[in-house]
C-alpha cells in the first residue's frame, strides 16, 4: 500500500494569515481625532473630523495674547467652522468640548499661523464671541495613536493591541505548523 504525503506548504505561504490580518489592521484603522485648516483672504475654515460645526463650538486662542473666542459660524455644508476676517497672528484651534482619546490618536488643537485679513474684509456672520478658557492641555496632542504600542505609555487606548495580539497566534500557528510538517517529514 502506498504511503500518502499530503502536498508541502512553502513556509512563506504559512506566514500569510499574519501578513493578511496586519494588512487588514492597518486598513481598518480609523484616521486620528485630528482638525485640517484651509486660509483664503483672511478667512479661516477648521474642519474637525469625527465632529461637525455647531458642535459645542470651537475656541480660538491666540498665542500671543492668550485672547480666547468660541467660533460658532459654519461653512454651508456644515462640516467645518468658519472664521471670518481673521487678524494677522498665531493661533491655536480646537472644539470647545475636546475629542476623547482614540487608538489613532487625538489632538487637542491645531495651530495656524494667519497672515491676516485684508482691509476690505466684511463679515456676513457676527464676530466670535469672547470665551474664558480652553480645556486643553500643553502640547497639541491627546494621546499619541496606540497601534501596537505595548509600553503602557498611552491614555488607555490598547484596542490596537487586540489585533496585534490575533496576528501574532496567527504567525505562531503557522510557525508550529511548519515545524510540525518538517518533523514529520525527518521522521521518514
Known amino acids: 500500500m502506498d504511503r500518502y504525503d499530503p502536498p508541502v506548504v512553502p513556509r512563506r505561504l504559512l506566514l500569510l494569515p499574519g501578513v493578511l490580518l496586519a494588512a487588514r489592521a492597518l486598513a481598518d484603522a480609523p484616521a486620528p481625532a485630528d482638525y485640517w485648516i484651509h486660509q483664503a483672504s483672511g478667512n479661516v475654515e477648521i474642519c474637525p473630523s469625527m465632529r461637525s460645526c455647531p458642535d459645542d463650538g470651537l475656541l480660538?486662542?491666540?498665542?500671543?495674547?492668550?485672547?480666547i473666542v468660541l467660533v460658532t459660524t459654519c461653512t454651508i455644508d456644515g462640516a467645518c467652522f468658519l472664521d471670518e476676517c481673521v487678524p494677522a497672528g498665531t493661533y491655536q484651534y480646537g472644539l470647545a468640548t475636546p475629542y476623547a482619546c482614540v487608538v489613532s490618536g487625538a489632538y487637542w488643537y491645531r495651530t495656524a499661523t494667519v497672515e491676516g485679513a485684508p482691509p476690505a474684509c466684511t463679515r456676513t456672520f457676527p464676530a466670535p464671541e469672547p470665551a474664558g478658557s480652553v480645556p486643553w492641555s500643553e502640547g497639541e496632542q491627546i494621546c499619541p495613536p496606540t497601534y501596537g504600542n505595548h509600553s503602557g505609555m498611552s491614555c488607555g487606548c490598547a484596542s490596537g493591541e487586540k489585533v496585534l495580539g490575533m496576528q501574532g497566534l496567527a504567525v505562531a500557528a503557522g510557525l508550529a505548523l511548519a515545524a510540525r510538517r518538517r518533523a514529520s517529514r525527518s521522521g521518514k
Open 60 to 67: 480660538r486662542r491666540d498665542v500671543d495674547t492668550g485672547e
